[in-house]
């Protein structure tokens, strides 16, 4: 019985298979080479007059599913000619090959001459005059959009294979991972947009070759007729003409729409100072039109790798469309290397020009000849772009800017008029089909618009094998004499090895046990010795919002745990417990306990450090009391995250400790040095001492942008951009009482902003003041973010390199500056070769006033990346420290933004 179902099941596979019509074959160049992606467009079908189509994979193939009749199909590729072949489908698949011609340009009639301007950059005026344009022109459209994503290992360092050898294994059994093995996922969506940042995106099939899980690839509208792509200038940008010079290669002619013959211009696109955040390559621009014909460019990122791009459009209504899109990446991260490709195909089923951009305006260069009316801001301010559109046909580049500005200015306070939200920059919402994950090899093969490689094709077949063993076995029917080498062990089941390693157990869907091993916290230091910290949480989310598999927003999450840590040294045991409810950006909590805690709350050095400098270099630089404390604090952001608010108020006995013992040795003796005492020294008062007191703390802090705040919708959520620019004003106020009487008000400053490609300027600025300092104590004091030690972490704008921790805290008033600087292209990094491998420089400035500083300052130079593509992540740093103008020395740094400990 079995063997008659899966006879008539494959017999029904192959009845599908054969019933499927369509057209497929290979497209190459003169010497029979393989073209990978080239475009394949169909054209003028008797049932639909709109473009469909398809790209070739990388091995040259393509195939796509038609209905039988007559169509017309073009062969596109860029740098080949152009050309139409007729096809007509009756059964089955049929087959048309085509062989492609290099593309022969002509030059214009105007030739560049010595001292002349190349005429690349009067194309190139016109066309970044109507960039904004072309992106107004489309209205609202619905398509059918393939895209697929291929990632491959190519090489692991061959530690890592030695030290990861095993689960190298399990993950090629698990999750079909394997060096030199693509891993897929394809994704068939239908999309719509609609005028200004509105995308709907519902999932009608996903498929991917590492397990049965959804995995969708987002719908990204990335456009070169923006400023920027990926923080990367577009030749197209307004301020192009800084960043890049351009050459003229050429003019060839080509069928356009409604059989009208089309004429494109070939533009080298040359990078003034190639690197990160700049193209390479070439842009073909139609003549008149001046829109993206096609393109091929590549850049470089931040770590090194090389990322290639090409588009090629069709005429869409007479909108040129991005229809066929590439992106590759292939380099190196840490010893791995990869590559890897993004493809994109759009079949449009609807498709509704912008009224206001139907009419064809003609844009001249007023550089070389001055239209006939030129407009003046009076003539263009408030006048409706129809009208002046009738009027004139022709604009200079500058006055198509002024009229576009124009519109969109009008078109936003029309909306506001509507109640619409003018702050959200992209709403967007995806819906995922049901059936999407289980669609059949014969739905894919009638969908897929690129075909797979022959590599392709295995690994797919090796996750299918995989996932049929999984599943073969029927309940109840379970094999003795084998295990399942592919059968996962159940993540909630305990082992004793959890305990030494933490876990977490997954209870149900909506709640999880999370446990902190003391192991993964060993700590050292001179007041405790050494230290072993765990930790037990239960966590229950009511509510999730589902983004994608990998981000997931907790709606409405409770907390409940409690964390102790043992004191070797001190032979005690401390610790708090802690209980917190969190909906959306509003969250309460509530904690209490005995626990050790820096002078400093923002701890200038971390635990784990401090363990390696006490231990290593016989310097123990934390300092710390004991709070056993009460603590209630409440975080919001109201009015839509345009101000965040914080509260907290804590009633705590604090006390002050001694090293453990006298006369401790570290693990290396260093014959000029021995550990401090736990009283840090500080010059503004005789001794930093304090008797065990109470104190009621009350701290309110609120921070907001000086700038409305943009945001995003997903799925009807609202999300704060966290590129926002706008400067960041923070006022805190804190108020000390029982035992204490104080009040502390401090306001900050702080921005960061772009002055460049991969350059930005940043700073911070603060001051406050104790303005009544009737009984506080050196725990209430205001510290600064010092640094005592060669290895620098933390922030990298706010924090001091040389200051010592806590020489100048201040009870009294304080006034401190922050700037850094960085640049893509400073002193070294003027060569093109230093900037490819990642380095990049910054100077920096801190200053301090305190009643004791001296006008604390510190004058720096940095070279981020200083090992590229091994520790991309550490910069090494060169510093002058001053006080009163006076040069007190020279400091050097090894830096990293990564945190290590708490």
């Given at each position: 019985?079995?063997?008659?179902?899966?006879?008539?099941?494959?017999?029904?596979?192959?009845?599908?298979?054969?019933?499927?019509?369509?057209?497929?074959?290979?497209?190459?160049?003169?010497?029979?080479?393989?073209?990978?992606?080239?475009?394949?467009?169909?054209?003028?079908?008797?049932?639909?007059?709109?473009?469909?189509?398809?790209?070739?994979?990388?091995?040259?193939?393509?195939?796509?599913?038609?209905?039988?009749?007559?169509?017309?199909?073009?062969?596109?590729?860029?740098?080949?000619?152009?050309?139409?072949?007729?096809?007509e489908i009756t059964t089955g698949l049929t087959t048309l090959d085509a062989t492609l011609e290099e593309q022969a340009f002509r030059l214009a009639e105007v030739q560049t001459k010595a001292?002349?301007?190349?005429?690349?950059?009067?194309?190139?005026?016109?066309?970044?005059?109507?960039?904004?344009?072309?992106?107004?022109?489309?209205?609202?459209?619905?398509?059918?959009?393939?895209?697929?994503?291929?990632?491959?290992?190519?090489?692991?360092?061959?530690?890592?294979?030695?030290?990861?050898?095993?689960?190298?294994?399990e993950a090629e059994k698990e999750a079909n991972f394997k060096v030199g093995v693509p891993m897929l996922n394809e994704t068939v969506a239908e999309v719509s947009f609609t005028q200004p940042?509105?995308?709907?995106?519902?999932?009608?099939?996903?498929?991917?070759?590492?397990?049965?899980?959804?995995?969708?690839?987002?719908?990204?509208?990335?456009?070169?007729?923006?400023?920027?792509?990926?923080?990367?200038?577009?030749?197209?940008?307004?301020?192009?003409?800084?960043?890049?010079?351009?050459?003229?290669?050429?003019?060839?002619?080509?069928?356009?729409?409604?059989?009208?013959?089309?004429?494109?211009?070939?533009?080298?696109?040359?990078?003034?100072?190639?690197?990160?955040?700049?193209?390479?390559?070439?842009?073909?621009?139609?003549?008149?039109?001046?829109?993206?014909?096609?393109?091929?460019?590549?850049?470089?990122?931040?770590?090194?790798?090389?990322?290639?791009?090409?588009?090629?459009?069709?005429?869409?209504?007479?909108?040129?469309?991005?229809?066929?899109?590439?992106?590759?990446?292939?380099?190196?991260?840490?010893?791995?290397?990869?590559?890897?490709?993004?493809?994109?195909?759009?079949?449009?089923?609807?498709?509704?020009?912008?009224?206001?951009?139907?009419?064809?305006?003609?844009?001249?260069?007023?550089?070389?000849?001055?239209?006939?009316?030129?407009?003046?801001?009076?003539?263009?301010?408030?006048?409706?772009?129809?009208?002046?559109?009738?009027?004139?046909?022709?604009?200079?580049?500058?006055?198509l800017r002024q009229l576009v500005k124009e519109y969109e200015k009008q078109e936003k306070e029309a909306r506001k008029n509507r109640k619409e939200d003018v702050a959200v920059v992209r709403?967007?919402?995806?819906?995922?089909?049901?059936?999407?994950?289980?669609?059949?090899?014969?739905?894919?093969?009638?969908?897929?618009?690129?075909?797979?490689?022959?590599?392709?094709?295995?690994?797919?077949?090796?996750?299918?094998?995989?996932?049929?063993?999984?599943?073969?076995?029927?309940?109840?029917?379970?094999?003795?004499?084998?295990?399942?080498?592919?059968?996962?062990?159940?993540?909630?089941?305990?082992?004793?090895?959890?305990?030494?390693?933490?876990?977490?157990?997954?209870?149900?869907?909506?709640?999880?046990?999370?446990?902190?091993?003391?192991?993964?916290?060993?700590?050292?230091?001179?007041?405790?010795?050494?230290?072993?910290?765990?930790?037990?949480?239960?966590?229950?989310?009511?509510?999730?919002?589902?983004?994608?598999?990998?981000?997931?927003?907790?709606?409405?999450?409770?907390?409940?745990?409690?964390?102790?840590?043992?004191?070797?040294?001190?032979?005690?045991?401390?610790?708090?417990?802690?209980?917190?409810?969190?909906?959306?950006?509003?969250?309460?909590?509530?904690?209490?306990?005995?626990?050790?805690?820096?002078?400093?709350?923002?701890?200038?050095?971390?635990?784990?450090?401090?363990?390696?400098?006490?231990?290593?270099?016989?310097?123990?630089?934390?300092?710390?009391?004991?709070?056993?404390?009460?603590?209630?604090?409440?975080?919001?952001?109201?009015?839509?995250?345009?101000?965040?608010?914080?509260?907290?108020?804590?009633?705590?006995?604090?006390?002050?400790?001694?090293?453990?013992?006298?006369?401790?040795?570290?693990?290396?003796?260093?014959?000029?040095?021995?550990?401090?005492?736990?009283?840090?020294?500080?010059?503004?008062?005789?001794?930093?001492?304090?008797?065990?007191?109470?104190?009621?703390?009350?701290?309110?802090?609120?921070?907001?942008?000086?700038?409305?705040?943009?945001?995003?919708?997903?799925?009807?959520?609202?999300?704060?951009?966290?590129?926002?620019?706008?400067?960041?004003?923070?006022?805190?106020?804190?108020?000390?009482?029982?035992?204490?009487?104080?009040?502390?008000?401090?306001?900050?400053?702080?921005?960061?902003?772009?002055?460049?490609?991969?350059?930005?300027?940043?700073?911070?600025?603060?001051?406050?003041?104790?303005?009544?300092?009737?009984?506080?104590?050196?725990?209430?004091?205001?510290?600064?973010?010092?640094?005592?030690?060669?290895?620098?972490?933390?922030?990298?704008?706010?924090?001091?390199?040389?200051?010592?921790?806590?020489?100048?805290?201040?009870?009294?008033?304080?006034?401190?500056?922050?700037?850094?600087?960085?640049?893509?292209?400073?002193?070294?990094?003027?060569?093109?070769?230093?900037?490819?491998?990642?380095?990049?420089?910054?100077?920096?400035?801190?200053?301090?006033?305190?009643?004791?500083?001296?006008?604390?300052?510190?004058?720096?130079?940095?070279?981020?990346?200083?090992?590229?593509?091994?520790?991309?992540?550490?910069?090494?740093?060169?510093?002058?420290?001053?006080?009163?103008?006076?040069?007190?020395?020279?400091?050097?740094?090894?830096?990293?933004?990564?945190?290590?400990?708490?």
């Amino acid at each position: 019985m079995k063997n008659a179902i899966l006879i008539l099941f494959f017999a029904l596979c192959s009845t599908l298979a054969s019933a499927q019509t369509g057209l497929r074959g290979t497209v190459k160049n003169a010497q029979g080479e393989a073209l990978p992606f080239a475009a394949v467009i169909v054209k003028g079908t008797e049932t639909s007059a709109r473009p469909n189509g398809t790209i070739t994979n990388a091995e040259g193939r393509y195939e796509i599913a038609l209905a039988p009749g007559k169509y017309e199909i073009v062969f596109q590729y860029l740098g080949f000619q152009t050309i139409k072949k007729s096809a007509e489908i009756t059964t089955g698949l049929t087959t048309l090959d085509a062989t492609l011609e290099e593309q022969a340009f002509r030059l214009a009639e105007v030739q560049t001459k010595a001292g002349n301007e190349d005429p690349a950059y009067t194309i190139m005026r016109r066309a970044i005059a109507k960039s904004r344009f072309h992106q107004l022109q489309v209205q609202r459209f619905k398509a059918r959009v393939y895209t697929k994503s291929s990632f491959t290992v190519i090489d692991l360092p061959n530690l890592a294979e030695m030290a990861f050898r095993k689960q190298l294994k399990e993950a090629e059994k698990e999750a079909n991972f394997k060096v030199g093995v693509p891993m897929l996922n394809e994704t068939v969506a239908e999309v719509s947009f609609t005028q200004p940042n509105t995308f709907r995106q519902r999932i009608i099939a996903n498929r991917n070759s590492q397990g049965d899980f959804l995995s969708p690839n987002q719908f990204y509208n990335a456009s070169f007729y923006s400023p920027t792509i990926a923080n990367t200038v577009s030749p197209l940008s307004p301020k192009a003409f800084a960043y890049y010079k351009f050459e003229y290669k050429g003019t060839f002619r080509e069928p356009g729409p409604d059989g009208k013959t089309v004429e494109v211009s070939k533009i080298q696109v040359i990078p003034r100072q190639y690197g990160e955040g700049v193209f390479r390559g070439t842009i073909y621009i139609l003549e008149n039109t001046w829109a993206i014909h096609s393109l091929q460019l590549e850049t470089v990122n931040t770590i090194g790798v090389s990322i290639s791009v090409r588009h090629v459009c069709s005429p869409i209504q007479g909108v040129w469309m991005p229809t066929n899109q590439r992106y590759e990446g292939k380099g190196s991260y840490l010893g791995v290397k990869a590559t890897g490709y993004y493809i994109r195909n759009l079949t449009f089923s609807e498709f509704v020009v912008n009224p206001a951009f139907v009419e064809d305006i003609e844009v001249t260069d007023e550089k070389k000849a001055p239209p006939a009316n030129t407009l003046s801001k009076s003539d263009i301010k408030g006048k409706p772009l129809d009208d002046l559109v009738k009027k004139q046909k022709e604009f200079s580049t500058k006055n198509l800017r002024q009229l576009v500005k124009e519109y969109e200015k009008q078109e936003k306070e029309a909306r506001k008029n509507r109640k619409e939200d003018v702050a959200v920059v992209r709403d967007d919402s995806l819906v995922i089909d049901s059936l999407a994950r289980r669609r059949s090899n014969v739905f894919w093969d009638s969908l897929r618009s690129v075909p797979l490689t022959t590599a392709e094709i295995k690994s797919y077949r090796k996750a299918d094998s995989l996932g049929l063993v999984r599943e073969i076995k029927a309940p109840g029917t379970v094999d003795t004499t084998r295990r399942d080498s592919t059968r996962k062990k159940s993540p909630n089941k305990f082992s004793p090895g959890q305990l030494l390693s933490g876990h977490t157990w997954q209870l149900n869907k909506h709640s999880a046990l999370i446990y902190t091993s003391p192991l993964a916290r060993i700590e050292y230091n001179t007041v405790e010795g050494y230290t072993l910290e765990g930790a037990l949480n239960f966590r229950h989310r009511a509510k999730v919002d589902s983004i994608s598999r990998f981000r997931q927003i907790a709606l409405g999450e409770w907390n409940l745990g409690g964390t102790g840590r043992y004191e070797f040294g001190r032979k005690q045991f401390v610790g708090y417990g802690q209980a917190s409810y969190q909906y959306k950006a509003t969250r309460i909590g509530l904690s209490g306990g005995r626990y050790l805690y820096q002078y400093n709350p923002d701890n200038p050095i971390s635990p784990f450090l401090n363990s390696l400098t006490t231990l290593l270099f016989e310097q123990n630089f934390a300092k710390l009391y004991q709070k056993d404390f009460l603590n209630l604090t409440v975080t919001a952001s109201p009015f839509r995250n345009r101000i965040t608010l914080a509260g907290s108020l804590e009633y705590a006995q604090r006390s002050e400790l001694t090293n453990y013992k006298e006369g401790l040795s570290p693990w290396i003796n260093w014959k000029n040095r021995v550990y401090t005492p736990n009283r840090p020294d500080n010059d503004e008062i005789t001794t930093t001492a304090f008797p065990t007191h109470n104190a009621l703390i009350m701290n309110l802090t609120a921070s907001a942008r000086l700038q409305a705040t943009q945001y995003t919708i997903r799925n009807g959520r609202r999300i704060a951009r966290r590129d926002n620019e706008s400067p960041l004003i923070t006022v805190n106020y804190r108020k000390g009482m029982a035992d204490v009487d104080y009040d502390f008000l401090q306001a900050t400053i702080s921005h960061s902003f772009e002055t460049g490609i991969r350059s930005k300027l940043n700073y911070q600025l603060s001051a406050g003041t104790f303005l009544n300092d009737r009984k506080l104590y050196f725990p209430d004091f205001k510290h600064f973010a010092g640094n005592q030690f060669f290895f620098q972490q933390g922030d990298v704008v706010s924090s001091f390199r040389l200051l010592p921790y806590y020489q100048y805290s201040t009870g009294q008033r304080f006034a401190e500056g922050h700037v850094l600087a960085e640049f893509r292209k400073f002193f070294i990094t003027q060569l093109t070769l230093v900037r490819l491998i990642g380095l990049k420089e910054n100077l920096f400035v801190h200053y301090l006033y305190t009643p004791s500083s001296q006008h604390y300052t510190e004058v720096g130079y940095g070279l981020d990346g200083i090992i590229p593509q091994v520790l991309p992540f550490f910069r090494i740093e060169v510093i002058s420290q001053w006080q009163d103008t006076t040069y007190k020395g020279l400091g050097f740094r090894i830096g990293t933004t990564l945190k290590f400990g708490r």
